[in-house]
């Protein structure tokens, strides 16, 4: 027969100490977790990238990308529509004002041009025609003039000699009553022939001037249709290097199409794309300055493209002072942009640190150098070296700039050599 067993109960005093254990454990856990927010870490100084606060000439400026180009560049486009039949030049020669580059030909405008010269001609032969017919009857109008006043002179004579035999009673007063209605009429008669003569001259230059004014617009259709037919010859317009030459001999092009474009080599510019976030910031005169050949350059803003592509616009520098020898059509220019005025602050090198801080806190080192703590900082501007620093430190003090990606929430770094 089963005979039950009492279970055993643990004594109030097993129960305490266990109690007691428990609430130690927590404590532990609680004074550990109240010292982790003051967490250290060993680095070797060896790997960090160590820099001195300092105050000097601070200019906000922006790194960008520029591409030299020519100073001026002149694009060759089809004047005249038609097909290529002759190469001169091939892409990339250096040309001189009025070369020949290459040879269309357009029948159509050619035939035109031939038509012209017909039209011109004809003109022509009319109006000396006209010239001719002109003369003739102002020869005529001149001889018609000479015979009335030659009636008038004689009717005049007669008069003045009837007169005194009249008075002489050398002849009756009929007679005289004739002479001088002979002198009345011939006197009429050269009034209307001076008129007419003079109506005649009016007319002739009125004639001749629309005459000449037709000539002359005939002539200048002619020079035009020649000048259209003389752009069948593409020429360089000015003194350069042929690029972008797009012309094969057999080829059509129609008017307007693009041909090429002449560089002129006298000079060059930068063409420089920047992001859109400083477009209210960029302005003509603006500075930028790069280094070639260990040498440092300046250049200045003379045009803004404020058309927005992709989030970037350009802008064209040109070369202040003097231009770097052996630079290059194409060659690419690493450019400092200046977005402000020069001015006393207190800077500090640029470094990855800041990705992991915003800007916002920084390493600084004790004095002794032997290890860094979190100091809360404010920054300003930047250029491509510096930060302006507007609060947090002083010059002289010593900041970790490398980057803090490894440190998580370390409140404090010792440092070893």
């Not at 009016?202 to 035009?224: D, G, K, P, V």
């Not at 003509?284 to 350059?297: D, I, L």
């Not at 010059?395 to 980057?403: E, N, Q």
Request: glycine share 8%; charged share 25%; no cysteine.
């Amino acid at each position: 027969m089963d005979i039950p067993l009492e279970k055993k109960k643990f004594p109030k005093s097993r129960i305490l100490m266990i109690g007691g254990g428990i609430l130690a454990v927590i404590l532990l856990v609680l004074i550990v977790m109240s010292t982790t927010g003051n967490s250290k870490l060993n680095v070797e100084r060896e790997r960090l990238s160590i820099s001195t606060v300092k105050q000097g000439v601070f200019q906000e400026n922006i790194p960008v990308t520029g591409v030299v180009m020519p100073i001026t560049t002149i694009y060759l486009d089809a004047i005249e529509g038609g097909r290529v039949e002759e190469k001169f030049v091939e892409d990339g020669a250096i040309m001189k004002q009025g070369d020949p580059i290459l040879r269309l030909s357009n029948t159509d405008l050619e035939l035109s041009l031939v038509n012209q010269e017909t039209s011109v001609y004809n003109l022509l032969t009319q109006m000396q025609i006209s010239q001719n017919a002109a003369s003739q009857n102002t020869i005529n109008r001149l001889n018609q003039y000479t015979d009335v006043e030659n009636g008038l002179i004689e009717a005049k004579r007669l008069l003045d000699l009837n007169r005194k035999l009249y008075e002489k009673d050398a002849i009756g007063r009929q007679e005289l009553i004739r002479s001088e209605n002979e002198y009345n009429y011939q006197k009429q008669r050269m009034q209307l022939a001076e008129e007419i003569l003079k109506q005649d001259s009016i007319s002739s230059r009125q004639e001749q001037e629309q005459m000449n004014s037709s000539y002359a617009r005939t002539r200048n259709a002619l020079e035009l249709m020649r000048r259209k037919v003389a752009d069948l010859v593409v020429r360089a317009p000015v003194d350069g290097q042929l690029t972008s030459l797009d012309a094969e001999i057999g080829q059509s092009k129609i008017k307007g199409e693009r041909l090429g474009q002449i560089d002129v080599l006298s000079g060059f510019k930068v063409r420089v794309d920047i992001d859109e976030h400083y477009i209210a910031r960029i302005y003509s005169g603006q500075r930028g300055s790069f280094t070639f050949n260990n040498q440092p350059y300046t250049l200045v803003i003379k045009k803004v493209y404020t058309q927005v592509t992709n989030g970037r616009f350009q802008v064209d520098m040109e070369f202040e002072g003097e231009v770097p020898e052996g630079i290059r059509r194409g060659q690419t220019l690493q450019i400092r942009l200046a977005l402000s005025e020069e001015k006393e602050a207190l800077l500090v090198s640029k470094g990855g640190f800041f990705q992991g801080t915003g800007g916002n806190w920084i390493f600084k080192l004790s004095e002794d150098g032997t290890h860094a703590y979190r100091v809360d900082i404010s920054l300003g501007s930047q250029n491509t070296e510096y930060y302006e620093v507007m609060n947090g430190l002083n010059p002289g003090d010593k900041v970790i700039t490398s980057s803090y990606s490894n440190y998580g929430d370390v409140q404090e770094l010792i440092l070893k050599d």
